[in-house]
Nanobody
Framework: QVQFLESGGGLVQAGGSLTLSCTSS????????VAWFRQAQGKGREFVAA????????QYGNSVKGRATISRDDAKNTVLLQMNSLKPDDTAVYYC???????????????????WGQGTQVTVSS
């Protein structure tokens, strides 16, 4: 069973930084596109960032562009999402999503990802 697990969430003050991790025991991890989505209470799911299997394709959502960096380390089966200059509006549950795409593409659409983690809470205090 393919599983992806998020970690690194927590409480941070506005202006601070946080790094989220998405890990998996999947042997073919390097063939997966991995994305981050978030969902604030009472709101819909929002695209945050995505990285293709080769690492050459990277996408960011408009709300985090310039403040977020997504990267992958296939030797550790890990994708990181580093976020800086955090705002209270960044408060949400952050989800890691993955889909096997050896061609290297990375979608912005949640419907294109087959595997999802359970989420990690990020709370930004003002």
């Amino acid at each position: 069973q393919v599983q992806f697990l998020e970690s690194g969430g927590g409480l941070v003050q506005a202006g601070g930084s946080l790094t989220l991790s998405c890990t998996s025991s999947e042997r073919a991890f390097s063939t997966y596109a991995v994305a981050w989505f978030r969902q604030a209470q009472g709101k819909g799911r929002e695209f945050v960032a995505a990285i293709g299997s080769t690492g050459l394709v990277i996408q960011y959502g408009n709300s985090v562009k310039g403040r977020a960096t997504i990267s992958r380390d296939d030797a550790k089966n890990t994708v990181l999402l580093q976020m800086n200059s955090l705002k209270p509006d960044d408060t949400a549950v952050y989800y890691c999503a993955a889909d096997r795409r050896p061609g290297g593409s990375a979608s912005l659409s949640a419907s294109m990802y087959e595997y999802w983690g359970q989420g990690t809470q990020v709370t930004v205090s003002s």
